[in-house]
């Protein structure tokens, strides 16, 4: 049936699915079941069964009369055999595992022409021979497994293509009228069908009699349900809006609205309860009736869903923390088209089980199916045009206004033009005949977009609790915290995406089976299961060594004898052995081999250590540094010119802070390998240095004394050993001296010669002692050299020659030719005129 098909009842199957997969990651690092264990432990296997289900199942899948509930029930059954194959050659191969280790750990075989002892030999043939009688098992549990595995593929390419097939199959036109009395009797059947249920009912004696006993209970229950039913709600949807208002509650709110906003939806869902308990109550129902109360809570849950939804996603208060933008009125129409969405989803689950499954033929399904479809599909081109009008969001960034969500905003783009695309395509479908193509393109769209609202909203949610958490609103949503949460929610849709469009639980279920099979890598096989124990327990392992780590920095080193750098690098050597211990610890719990990964990491390291050599010499160097430490942080050292204080050691470089207060990351390699200086290694101890010169013709003792009593009056400068103050020689333009002196802390180095040349300029001015500066004498040899030639008197009917640009020096001006001569010029030692200066 077309209907049943694709109604697509999605809380049966995403139930049934969850459960399925929980059971899986339950029962990944759980022993089997006893049973099971019990039979594959002695690995017995039923093979004559096995062989009969094989040949019924390829009979099955030659038949094409079959139907797709047989092909399922018959596919359940290879499922388990496979399981049990599976597990018999898990069994087997840890006892072949066994017997193996026991050969090889006899006396290696001797030689040809060589013997050996006759009880190693006795020993050696026994072992062989149960291994021999042991790897039967084994083998025919693979041949059974690759069976097994082939016609499960067979089965399931069957069923694909079944429901490709009714996707294109060709039925009545539903705009035929003929059609319209096929389905006015099917309609007319079904009433008559459940009134005559109601009559026999009622002819019944004994029910009539539970019916008037019951029916103070049905009446308190059915007006019960009415009220939680109508009113009910909108107490819930204004307890929401005034907790969302409430300034008394700032931290928090939101998520506590949320919450408080999940009882739109018991309530109602209470309400719904008490409705079918009351139809119950009355005793009057019967097999269709029954089916019919348990479905009415599922076709009112899809309603009230659906405004829950539109209620977070389109809110009646605007709120700019939203990505998605419309205005008052947009909003107020979404949440409209989101309650005829939900009527219809209701009113198609109910299609199924009131309408009685004899009186649906093509041409029936054809006139009852296609206005669903019509409506579905004018309302999916309505809603994609209101959501077609939202106006992306705009940030400031460095002056310019960009988009804050652009992701957000070429999504929704897509899913408008997909939505108005399938809207078109439905109705043209079904009128043509295709009633199961047209259905497939209205109904999985309006259980995706209720998907899709669901992931908006527990994003919401989760951004909620995050600014709840950490106070902060921008930096919330900025956060990688709820980017990582939208991918893995994304990632969880897709299973109720996949179910919705058509992908079958079994298929589901296959790709999680293959998922937890894992993969094997080198050896090593790695399952979901063992990839999720080596995550705990690392991170067990890793937090116990923060810790460790921090009770050593606060609570037991600072209280010894170490110096501030040793205590840092035992941190650090406590940090990195504690993480390598913690990822053997885990590697080991989750049953990873490490000597299979062990070739596989030989045959990279030998690729990766040339193109990552140099990482590795940094990082070495690293440990060196902190082994060794030649360099501590707060040292004042100087490397490849740059001096600076060392903020920071790392196991790839180090962070120096020079005095400009510019950071400069140097690899650790340049600190071993290459030239440093480190003024601060051994003590704060420094020299000074200054350089003074003063006029010729001073006293130059004169000149000692006083340069000696300034630096020896400085509290800095150590008097043992004494400062020292030399006459360097004769200068070209003074007596130059030196002052030498040793200073108790070198970072003052710098100060204390700013003092220091302070006070030897106040005394000097005192003493009336100068201080020279460069002085020149520049001579001119030959001076008439430069003056021009006398000019002849010009004649008297000569016109008069034009005035020439006197020559114009770009610094000192406008000069003369007598200018010039009185300038004297620099002559080289043998008396010829200096070419520059020339």
Same mark, same amino acid.
């Given at each position: 049936?077309?209907?049943?098909?694709?109604?697509?009842?999605?809380?049966?199957?995403?139930?049934?699915?969850?459960?399925?997969?929980?059971?899986?990651?339950?029962?990944?690092?759980?022993?089997?079941?006893?049973?099971?264990?019990? $039979?594959?432990?002695?690995?017995?296997?039923?093979?004559?069964?096995?062989?009969?289900?094989?040949?019924?199942?390829?009979?099955?899948?030659?038949?094409?009369?079959?139907?797709?509930?047989?092909?399922?029930?018959?596919?359940?059954?290879?499922?388990?055999?496979?399981?049990?194959?599976?597990?018999?050659?898990?069994?087997?191969?840890?006892?072949?595992?066994?017997?193996? &280790?026991?050969?090889?750990?006899?006396?290696?075989?001797?030689?040809?022409?060589?013997?050996?002892?006759?009880?190693?030999?006795?020993?050696?043939?026994?072992?062989?021979?149960?291994?021999?009688?042991?790897?039967?098992?084994?083998?025919?549990?693979?041949?059974?497994?690759?069976?097994?595995?082939?016609?499960?593929?067979?089965?399931?390419?069957?069923?694909?293509?079944?429901?490709?097939?009714?996707?294109?199959?060709?039925?009545?036109?539903?705009?035929?009228?003929? @059609?319209?009395?096929?389905?006015?009797?099917?309609?007319?059947?079904?009433?008559?069908?459940?009134?005559?249920?109601?009559?026999?009912?009622?002819?019944?004696?004994?029910?009539? &009699?539970?019916?008037?006993?019951?029916?103070?209970?049905?009446?308190?229950?059915?007006?019960?349900?009415?009220?939680?039913?109508?009113?009910?709600?909108?107490?819930?949807?204004?307890?929401?809006?005034?907790?969302?208002?409430?300034?008394?509650?700032?931290?928090?709110?939101?998520?506590?609205?949320?919450?408080? *906003?999940?009882?739109?939806?018991?309530?109602?869902?209470?309400?719904?309860?008490?409705?079918?308990?009351?139809?119950?109550?009355?005793?009057?129902?019967?097999?269709?009736?029954?089916?019919?109360?348990?479905?009415?809570?599922?076709?009112?849950?899809?309603?009230?869903?659906?405004?829950?939804?539109?209620?977070?996603?389109?809110?009646?208060?605007?709120?700019?923390?939203?990505?998605?933008?419309?205005?008052?009125?947009?909003?107020?129409?979404?949440?409209?088209?989101? =309650?005829?969405?939900?009527?219809? #989803?209701?009113?198609?689950?109910?299609?199924?089980?009131?309408?009685?499954?004899?009186?649906?033929?093509?041409?029936?399904?054809?006139?009852?199916?296609?206005?669903?479809?019509?409506?579905?599909?004018?309302?999916?081109?309505?809603? $994609?045009?209101?959501?077609?009008?939202?106006?992306?969001?705009?940030?400031?960034?460095?002056?310019?206004?960009?988009?804050?969500?652009?992701?957000?905003?070429?999504?929704?783009?897509?899913?408008?033009?997909?939505?108005? =695309?399938?809207?078109?395509?439905?109705?043209?479908?079904? #009128?043509?005949?295709?009633?199961?193509?047209?259905?497939?393109?209205?109904?999985?769209?309006?259980? $995706?977009?209720?998907?899709?609202?669901?992931?908006?909203?527990?994003?919401?949610?989760?951004?909620?609790?995050?600014?709840?958490?950490?106070?902060?609103?921008?930096?919330?949503?900025?956060?990688?915290?709820?980017?990582?949460?939208?991918?893995?929610?994304?990632?969880?849709?897709?299973?109720?995406?996949?179910?919705?469009?058509?992908?079958?639980?079994?298929?589901?279920?296959?790709?999680?089976?293959?998922? *937890?099979?894992?993969?094997?890598?080198?050896?090593?096989?790695? *399952?979901?299961?063992?990839?999720?124990?080596?995550?705990?327990?690392?991170?067990?392992?890793?937090?116990?060594?923060?810790?460790?780590?921090?009770?050593?920095?606060?609570?037991?080193?600072?209280?010894?004898?170490?110096?501030?750098?040793?205590?840092?690098? !035992?941190?650090?050597?406590?940090?990195?052995?504690?993480?390598?211990?913690?990822?053997?610890?885990?590697?080991?719990?989750?049953?990873?081999?490490?000597?299979?990964?062990?070739?596989?990491?030989?045959?990279?390291?030998?690729?990766?250590?040339?193109?990552?050599?140099?990482?590795?010499?940094?990082?070495?160097?690293?440990?060196?540094?902190?082994?060794?430490?030649?360099?501590?942080?707060?040292?004042?050292? &100087?490397?490849?010119?740059?001096?600076?204080?060392?903020?920071?050691?790392?196991?790839?470089?180090?962070?120096?802070?020079?005095?400009?207060?510019?950071?400069?990351?140097?690899?650790?390699?340049?600190?071993?390998?290459?030239?440093?200086?480190?003024?601060?290694?051994?003590? !704060? @101890?420094?020299?000074?240095?200054?350089?003074?010169?003063?006029?010729?013709?001073?006293?130059?003792?004169?000149?000692?004394?006083?340069?000696?009593?300034?630096?020896?009056?400085?509290?800095?400068?150590?008097?043992?050993?004494?400062?020292?103050?030399?006459?360097?020689?004769?200068?070209?333009?003074?007596?130059?001296?030196?002052?030498?002196?040793?200073?108790?802390?070198?970072?003052?180095?710098?100060?204390?010669?700013?003092?220091?040349?302070?006070?030897?300029?106040?005394?000097?001015?005192?003493?009336?002692?100068?201080?020279?500066?460069?002085?020149?004498?520049?001579?001119?040899?030959?001076?008439?050299?430069?003056?021009?030639? *006398?000019?002849?008197?010009?004649?008297?009917?000569?016109?008069?020659?034009?005035?020439?640009?006197?020559?114009?020096?770009?610094?000192?001006?406008?000069?003369?030719?007598?200018?010039?001569?009185?300038?004297?010029?620099?002559?080289?030692?043998?008396?010829?005129?200096?070419?520059?200066?020339?």
């Amino acid at each position: 049936m077309i209907t049943k098909t694709f109604r697509v009842p999605m809380l049966t199957h995403l139930a049934a699915f969850l459960i399925a997969v929980l059971a899986g990651v339950m029962g990944a690092g759980l022993p089997p079941a006893p049973a099971l264990a019990q $039979s594959t432990d002695q690995g017995v296997i039923d093979y004559d069964a096995w062989a009969r289900l094989a040949t019924r199942v390829e009979t099955a899948l030659e038949n094409d009369f079959t139907t797709d509930e047989t092909l399922n029930q018959l596919r359940e059954q290879l499922v388990e055999m496979r399981t049990e194959f599976t597990a018999t050659q898990a069994v087997v191969a840890d006892r072949l595992t066994l017997l193996r &280790e026991q050969i090889a750990s006899l006396p290696p075989a001797p030689e040809e022409g060589e013997s050996e002892p006759d009880d190693i030999a006795e020993r050696r043939a026994e072992l062989q021979a149960t291994l021999a009688e042991r790897e039967a098992p084994i083998r025919a549990a693979g041949e059974g497994l690759a069976q097994a595995e082939a016609l499960i593929r067979l089965i399931d390419r069957e069923l694909r293509e079944r429901q490709a097939n009714a996707l294109m199959s060709l039925g009545p036109t539903p705009l035929n009228p003929a @059609t319209w009395m096929a389905g006015l009797d099917a309609m007319v059947v079904s009433w008559e069908n459940m009134r005559a249920e109601v009559l026999r009912a009622w002819n019944d004696p004994a029910k009539r &009699e539970e019916l008037r006993s019951d029916l103070p209970v049905t009446i308190v229950c059915l007006l019960l349900a009415l009220l939680l039913i109508l009113r009910g709600r909108h107490w819930m949807e204004r307890l929401t809006m005034r907790l969302l208002h409430q300034s008394s509650i700032l931290r928090g709110r939101v998520v506590v609205a949320f919450f408080v *906003s999940l009882s739109q939806l018991v309530v109602p869902f209470l309400g719904l309860v008490l409705l079918a308990v009351a139809i119950r109550l009355t005793h009057l129902t019967g097999t269709t009736l029954d089916a019919l109360s348990v479905v009415l809570i599922q076709a009112g849950m899809a309603f009230f869903i659906a405004r829950w939804l539109s209620l977070h996603i389109f809110p009646i208060v605007e709120d700019p923390r939203l990505s998605l933008n419309l205005s008052a009125a947009d909003r107020r129409k979404a949440r409209g088209l989101s =309650l005829i969405f939900g009527a219809l #989803a209701g009113i198609e689950m109910l299609y199924g089980t009131v309408l009685v499954e004899e009186t649906l033929n093509s041409a029936a399904l054809a006139s009852l199916t296609y206005p669903l479809v019509l409506l579905c599909a004018l309302t999916m081109i309505r809603f $994609s045009r209101v959501l077609s009008r939202h106006q992306p969001r705009q940030v400031v960034q460095d002056g310019v206004a960009v988009a804050a969500s652009p992701f957000f905003d070429r999504m929704l783009t897509l899913g408008c033009r997909t939505l108005l =695309l399938f809207g078109l395509i439905s109705p043209v479908l079904g #009128a043509v005949g295709y009633i199961a193509a047209a259905a497939m393109l209205t109904y999985p769209p309006v259980n $995706s977009l209720g998907v899709v609202g669901t992931v908006i909203v527990l994003h919401r949610l989760i951004i909620a609790i995050y600014v709840t958490i950490i106070g902060d609103d921008e930096r919330a949503v900025q956060g990688l915290v709820p980017a990582l949460a939208g991918l893995m929610l994304s990632l969880a849709a897709l299973v109720p995406l996949a179910l919705i469009w058509g992908a079958r639980e079994t298929d589901m279920l296959e790709l999680w089976t293959r998922f *937890s099979e894992g993969v094997s890598f080198g050896g090593a096989r790695i *399952s979901p299961a063992s990839v999720m124990w080596f995550v705990v327990v690392f991170c067990i392992g890793y937090l116990t060594t923060r810790t460790f780590q921090g009770a050593l920095g606060t609570s037991i080193l600072p209280k010894t004898s170490l110096e501030k750098g040793a205590q840092k690098a !035992l941190i650090s050597g406590v940090g990195y052995l504690g993480i390598t211990v913690a990822a053997l610890i885990a590697f080991s719990v989750a049953g990873i081999n490490l000597s299979g990964l062990a070739i596989v990491a030989g045959a990279l390291s030998v690729g990766v250590g040339f193109g990552l050599q140099t990482i590795v010499s940094n990082f070495v160097s690293g440990i060196i540094l902190l082994i060794e430490r030649p360099v501590s942080e707060g040292d004042w050292i &100087e490397v490849g010119g740059n001096q600076g204080i060392v903020d920071r050691i790392s196991v790839r470089s180090t962070v120096i802070e020079t005095f400009d207060k510019s950071k400069i990351i140097v690899p650790n390699a340049d600190l071993i390998s290459g030239s440093v200086t480190n003024y601060t290694k051994s003590s !704060l @101890t420094g020299r000074l240095v200054l350089n003074i010169g003063v006029a010729y013709g001073t006293d130059t003792r004169k000149v000692e004394a006083i340069l000696r009593e300034i630096v020896e009056n400085e509290p800095i400068v150590v008097l043992d050993p004494e400062p020292g103050v030399d006459f360097v020689g004769f200068g070209a333009d003074a007596l130059e001296f030196r002052i030498r002196a040793i200073i108790r802390d070198v970072g003052m180095k710098l100060p204390l010669a700013t003092e220091v040349n302070h006070k030897i300029a106040e005394r000097f001015a005192a003493e009336g002692i100068e201080i020279p500066y460069a002085q020149r004498d520049i001579w001119l040899r030959n001076p008439e050299a430069l003056r021009p030639a *006398s000019a002849p008197p010009p004649r008297p009917d000569a016109p008069k020659p034009a005035e020439t640009p006197e020559p114009r020096d770009s610094t000192l001006g406008t000069r003369t030719p007598e200018a010039w001569a009185d300038q004297t010029v620099e002559t080289e030692p043998d008396g010829s005129p200096d070419p520059e200066q020339t």
